[in-house]
T-cell receptor, first 113, second 112 residues
Framework: ETGVTQSPTHLIKTRGQQVTLRCSSQ?????VSWYQQALGQGPQFIFQ???????GRGNFPPRFSGLQFPNYSSELNVNALELDDSALYLC????????????FGEGSRLTVL | GEDVEQSLFLSVREGDSSVINCTYT??????LYWYKQEPGAGLQLLTY?????DMKQDQRLTVLLNKKDKHLSLRIADTQTGDSAIYFC????????????FGSGTRLSIRP
């Protein structure tokens, strides 16, 4: 148990729809990051939130957006879903400055048909 | 640039040692990690090493870091069937907090 929880665990959407994925960070962790893991690949960094603001972003288009709330929980929103968005979406939390202890949730598996 | 490379497959006999290798390109890396992923599951942090260390040992796991060659290895002693999984090497920069660059993973299979 990492203390990082994600929901939903699985979901199916159709192309063009929108999806919201949620993450509750481990207690005391003020930084949340999101990753996309396509089948057979390593996770790819999407973005990171610290103090409710995005402060780092990977090579993902603007239709990938996020939020962080005062309790440090976070959402990942993806608009205009494409087939290639099918992947495992992982959330990780850490206390800023404590980078060694970076724990991941179990992920949300998104299938886009 | 940022890149992490590792071989795709490794097969070892049960009871032998497994050594998984990784190379990275960013000399500014501060933390280097090994994560384990079992089928259908999330990422389990196995161990990590700070860039000013050469070695870290934790029970059956030994991590070696050669900063000059930008080479990281994970040795698993007395490999068991439960060690079958994909192992990811990863690096991060301190200033990037939780932005981690992952390799493509090494699939470890155990022969009886």
């Amino acid at each position: 148990e990492t203390g990082v929880t994600q929901s939903p665990t699985h979901l199916i959407k159709t192309r063009g729809q929108q999806v919201t994925l949620r993450c509750s960070s481990q207690s005391g962790h003020n930084t949340v990051s999101w990753y996309q893991q396509a089948l057979g690949q390593g996770p790819q960094f999407i973005f990171q939130y610290y103090r409710e603001e995005e402060n780092g972003r990977g090579n993902f288009p603007p239709r990938f957006s996020g939020l962080q709330f005062p309790n440090y929980s976070s959402e990942l929103n993806v608009n205009a879903l494409e087939l290639d968005d099918s992947a495992l979406y992982l959330c990780a939390s850490v206390r800023w400055g404590d980078t060694g202890e970076l724990f991941f949730g179990e992920g949300s598996r998104l299938t886009v048909l | 640039g940022e890149d992490v490379e590792q071989s795709l497959f490794l097969s070892v006999r049960e009871g032998d040692s497994s050594v998984i290798n990784c190379t990275y390109t960013d000399s500014s890396s501060t933390y280097l990690y090994w994560y384990k992923q079992e089928p259908g599951a999330g990422l389990q942090l196995l161990t990590y090493i700070f860039s000013n260390m050469d070695m870290k040992q934790d029970q059956r796991l030994t991590v070696l870091l050669n900063k000059k060659d930008k080479h990281l290895s994970l040795r698993i002693a007395d490999t068991q069937t439960g060690d079958s999984a994909i192992y990811f090497c990863a690096e991060t920069l301190y200033s990037s907090a939780s932005k981690i660059i992952f390799g493509s993973g090494t699939r470890l299979s155990i022969r009886p």
